[in-house]
């Protein structure tokens, strides 16, 4: 029995409708916006790895190993790649990024599969949800379809890298359909399914905190035509509130906070509060398919005028102004538009209070979800005037197919590095990240002249970039040139760089310079900025052997060598320490594994053998000798002495 006032359920007043039963004979309107988006997306399954994917997936070697895993699972999401600390926690798309790795050989294909089917489940979602709050069958399809097709988009789901965002939204509308199908049933709890979904949204993305206050939303507009009882629907929230609280508590404990070396900087020039008042329309303008769309979009904050603030600032206002009209109308148009809202307020309050700028397409991801239900819900508030019903059904329709019709030739950029860099520089040609992101990748490859090139066009857009002479440290590196390393890293520190590459590469040079006690403070700061971090601990280990402490230095690298067991440097640096501290066998173990990472390694193949003989392995040693002796680096004749002392003649 229903309570006398109550409101039936969306189901009930679905059935009553004229023409019900055939629309139940119909395909479900989410089905149909799942299939859309896989199969918009499927011609990216053929791409490679871009981008941030070589850094956090393709070249990350802690994901290549259960105990690396582990550490991975409650660490900072960048630290466990290499990079600076992030203050960010995302245990989720590490366990995925492992799963997909080990399953696929670490080819990116499953990897683009995966994200194709975590949209095509947002996709389906986000017009289940528009049904389930009331729209038409073909207004919620209409809704999940432009959700599907929307070409800003293409950044969260062809990126690898961008699954973040998709996986939270995922988990976080199935949480929110749970939750309101349980409530329509008259449930007195929301179950388990609801908080399970929401806590892996949370395990994906920090952007999945406002839940709560998207479901309290719910429950006031959903007590439209009868007394809202707030007793019972603070009950209601309390398992949400719960899941929320103990993410923020393992947050805490196993992720410290950023140390954003530009951000006091930016915030005296103002650059948070301009940047929230101008997000706002410029994530607005992402809904639109015929805008820009590009990857590492600029907000030129410091540069805004006045009007173009105030305007900005007017807009936000009038959109709120709406948004509590709404809620207090307890219209079915509020829920969507509060998800929008309360999803975008992570981003702005990082924005707001950290003085460095988040924007981008894939942090619209979620809140575009609220958007697409949004225009559902408007469709269906229009039943009352079927001309006008119609006109909105046919503008969604043609949002929809133009969203479709944009996306496709925005997808082949994620083909390879080159295109995508060189799209960015098409679509914004003041984007300096595409050409210093490009030159990094160069610098990499040993193409030095060309990382030059790219440099030198990055610093003509942009001289104080702080990964021109990052990059340029690189390039210094790899020619060994410790003094040019240290300069240019020093600079980049110096200008604001919120990385932790250049740190790594001050701390090597100061090593190769043989300023041992500044490379140890060095290390010992960027201990501090990234605690546990396995590159940090292998240099650190490595200072510890150059300066002669091997028994301390033993323990450093063998803990960062099982994180990072396919470091040939690191391998034979244990190898050396473990010499230093007695251990024979350790020893033979380091040095063989590091001729079999990198079986061009000279002086590794030279240490094994002395290893052998230290053994009693003779035959062994004649064997490490003989692979030494075949490398180009034999000419300064160590192996060839190490085989006449050995009695096994010249090669």
């Given at each position: 029995?229903?309570?006398?006032?109550?409101?039936?359920?969306?189901?009930a007043?679905?059935?009553?409708?004229?023409?019900?039963?055939?629309?139940?004979?119909?395909?479900?309107p989410?089905?149909?916006?799942?299939?859309?988006?896989?199969?918009?997306?499927?011609?990216?399954f053929?791409?490679?790895?871009?981008?941030?994917?070589?850094?956090?997936?393709?070249?990350?070697?802690?994901?290549?190993?259960?105990?690396?895993?582990?550490?991975?699972?409650?660490?900072?999401?960048?630290?466990?790649?290499?990079?600076?600390?992030?203050?960010?926690?995302?245990?989720?798309?590490?366990f995925?990024?492992?799963?997909?790795?080990?399953?696929?050989q670490?080819?990116?294909?499953?990897?683009?599969?995966?994200?194709?089917?975590?949209?095509?489940?947002?996709?389906?979602?986000?017009?289940?949800?528009?049904?389930?709050?009331?729209?038409?069958?073909w207004?919620?399809?209409?809704?999940?379809l432009?959700?599907?097709?929307?070409?800003?988009?293409?950044?969260?789901?062809?990126?690898?890298?961008?699954?973040?965002?998709?996986?939270?939204?995922?988990?976080?509308?199935?949480?929110?359909?749970?939750?309101?199908?349980?409530?329509?049933?008259?449930?007195?709890w929301?179950?388990?399914?609801?908080?399970?979904?929401?806590?892996?949204?949370?395990?994906?993305?920090?952007?999945?905190?406002?839940?709560?206050?998207?479901?309290?939303?719910?429950?006031?507009?959903?007590?439209?035509?009868?007394?809202?009882?707030?007793?019972?629907?603070?009950?209601?929230?309390?398992?949400?509130?719960?899941?929320?609280?103990?993410?923020?508590?393992?947050?805490?404990?196993?992720?410290?906070?950023?140390?954003?070396?530009?951000?006091?900087?930016?915030?005296?020039?103002?650059?948070?509060?301009?940047?929230?008042?101008?997000?706002?329309?410029?994530?607005?303008?992402?809904?639109?398919?015929?805008?820009?769309?590009?990857?590492?979009?600029?907000?030129?904050?410091?540069?805004?005028?006045?009007?173009?603030?105030?305007?900005?600032?007017?807009?936000?206002?009038?959109?709120?102004?709406?948004?509590?009209?709404?809620?207090?109308?307890?219209?079915?148009?509020?829920?969507?538009?509060?998800?929008?809202?309360?999803?975008?307020?992570?981003?702005?309050?990082?924005?707001?209070?950290?003085?460095?700028?988040?924007?981008?397409?894939?942090?619209?991801?979620?809140?575009?979800?609220?958007?697409?239900?949004?225009?559902a819900?408007?469709?269906?508030?229009?039943?009352?005037?079927?001309?006008?019903?119609?006109?909105?059904?046919?503008?969604?329709?043609v949002?929809?197919?133009?969203?479709?019709?944009?996306?496709?030739?925005?997808?082949?950029?994620?083909?390879?590095?080159?295109?995508?860099?060189?799209?960015?520089?098409?679509?914004?040609?003041?984007?300096?990240?595409?050409?210093?992101?490009w030159?990094?990748?160069?610098?990499?490859?040993?193409?030095?002249?060309?990382?030059?090139?790219?440099?030198?066009?990055?610093?003509?857009?942009?001289?104080?970039?702080?990964?021109?002479?990052?990059?340029?440290?690189?390039?210094?590196?790899?020619?060994?040139?410790?003094?040019?390393?240290?300069?240019?890293?020093?600079?980049?520190?110096?200008?604001?760089?919120?990385?932790?590459?250049?740190?790594?590469?001050?701390?090597?040079?100061?090593?190769?310079?043989?300023?041992?006690?500044?490379?140890?403070?060095?290390?010992?700061?960027?201990?501090?900025?990234?605690?546990?971090?396995?590159?940090?601990?292998?240099?650190?280990?490595?200072?510890?052997?150059?300066?002669?402490?091997?028994?301390?230095?033993?323990?450093?690298?063998?803990?960062?060598?099982?994180?990072?067991?396919?470091?040939?440097d690191?391998?034979?640096?244990?190898?050396?320490?473990?010499?230093?501290?007695?251990?024979?066998?350790?020893?033979?173990?380091?040095?063989?594994?590091?001729?079999?990472?990198?079986?061009?390694?000279?002086?590794?193949?030279?240490?094994?053998?002395?290893?052998?003989?230290?053994l009693?392995?003779?035959?062994?040693?004649?064997?490490?000798?003989?692979?030494?002796?075949?490398?180009?680096?034999?000419?300064?004749?160590?192996?060839a002495?190490?085989?006449?002392?050995?009695?096994?003649?010249?090669?």
């Open positions: 029995r229903q309570r006398r006032g109550a409101r039936p359920s969306p189901a007043r679905r059935a009553a409708r004229p023409g019900a039963a055939r629309a139940g004979r119909m395909p479900h989410g089905l149909w916006a799942a299939l859309a988006a896989f199969v918009l997306y499927a011609p990216s053929g791409y490679g790895f871009v981008w941030d994917d070589h850094q956090l997936v393709e070249q990350n070697a802690l994901l290549r190993s259960v105990a690396g895993l582990r550490h991975a699972l409650v660490s900072d999401f960048w630290v466990t790649s290499g990079a600076d600390a992030s203050g960010l926690w995302r245990p989720l798309i590490s995925s990024y492992w799963l997909d790795g080990t399953l696929s670490w080819t990116p294909g499953l990897f683009r599969v995966m994200n194709a089917l975590a949209h095509a489940a947002a996709s389906g979602l986000t017009a289940t949800l528009a049904l389930a709050a009331g729209a038409p069958a207004a919620a399809g209409l809704a999940g432009l959700f599907a097709a929307m070409p800003a988009h293409v950044e969260s789901v062809a990126w690898i890298s961008g699954r973040t965002d998709v996986y939270c939204a995922a988990f976080f509308l199935l949480a929110l359909l749970l939750d309101r199908r349980a409530r329509a049933r008259g449930k007195r929301p179950g388990v399914g609801a908080p399970l979904a929401l806590a892996l949204a949370l395990l994906a993305k920090e952007t999945a905190l406002p839940f709560v206050a998207v479901v309290a939303a719910a429950e006031w507009t959903g007590a439209r035509g009868r007394r809202f009882d707030l007793r019972d629907s603070a009950r209601w929230l309390i398992p949400y509130l719960a899941v929320s609280l103990a993410h923020l508590g393992l947050h805490a404990a196993w992720v410290s906070a950023p140390h954003p070396a530009g951000a006091g900087a930016l915030a005296a020039q103002g650059v948070g509060p301009k940047a929230v008042a101008l997000m706002f329309p410029a994530y607005l303008s992402f809904a639109w398919p015929w805008t820009t769309h590009t990857p590492a979009v600029t907000l030129e904050a410091g540069r805004a005028g006045g009007a173009a603030l105030a305007g900005a600032l007017a807009l936000h206002l009038a959109f709120l102004a709406a948004l509590v009209t709404l809620l207090a109308r307890r219209a079915a148009g509020a829920v969507p538009l509060a998800l929008f809202w309360l999803t975008l307020l992570p981003t702005l309050a990082v924005n707001l209070t950290h003085g460095y700028l988040l924007f981008a397409e894939r942090f619209f991801y979620l809140p575009s979800a609220g958007l697409a239900w949004a225009a819900a408007g469709a269906a508030a229009l039943r009352a005037r079927p001309a006008l019903q119609r006109a909105a059904g046919g503008a969604l329709g949002l929809a197919l133009g969203s479709a019709l944009a996306l496709v030739p925005l997808l082949p950029a994620w083909r390879s590095d080159p295109e995508l860099f060189q799209a960015m520089a098409r679509a914004a040609p003041r984007n300096a990240m595409a050409r210093t992101q030159a990094r990748l160069l610098a990499l490859q040993g193409r030095e002249a060309e990382a030059a090139r790219e440099l030198d066009a990055a610093a003509a857009l942009d001289p104080l970039r702080p990964e021109v002479p990052s990059v340029r440290a690189i390039l210094h590196f790899r020619r060994g040139e410790w003094g040019g390393t240290l300069a240019e890293s020093e600079r980049a520190i110096v200008l604001g760089s919120t990385q932790n590459e250049p740190r790594l590469l001050r701390a090597t040079a100061l090593l190769g310079l043989g300023r041992l006690d500044e490379a140890g403070r060095a290390l010992a700061e960027l201990r501090v900025r990234t605690p546990a971090n396995p590159a940090v601990e292998s240099l650190y280990g490595q200072y510890l052997l150059q300066a002669g402490r091997a028994a301390e230095a033993y323990p450093v690298l063998e803990r960062a060598a099982r994180l990072l067991p396919a470091d040939a690191l391998a034979y640096a244990l190898g050396l320490a473990a010499v230093g501290a007695g251990r024979t066998v350790a020893a033979r173990d380091g040095f063989q594994r590091a001729g079999q990472l990198n079986p061009a390694h000279y002086d590794g193949w030279l240490k094994l053998a002395e290893a052998d003989v230290a009693g392995d003779r035959a062994g040693a004649r064997a490490a000798l003989a692979r030494a002796a075949a490398l180009p680096d034999a000419r300064d004749g160590r192996a002495e190490a085989l006449m002392r050995l009695g096994g003649g010249a090669p």
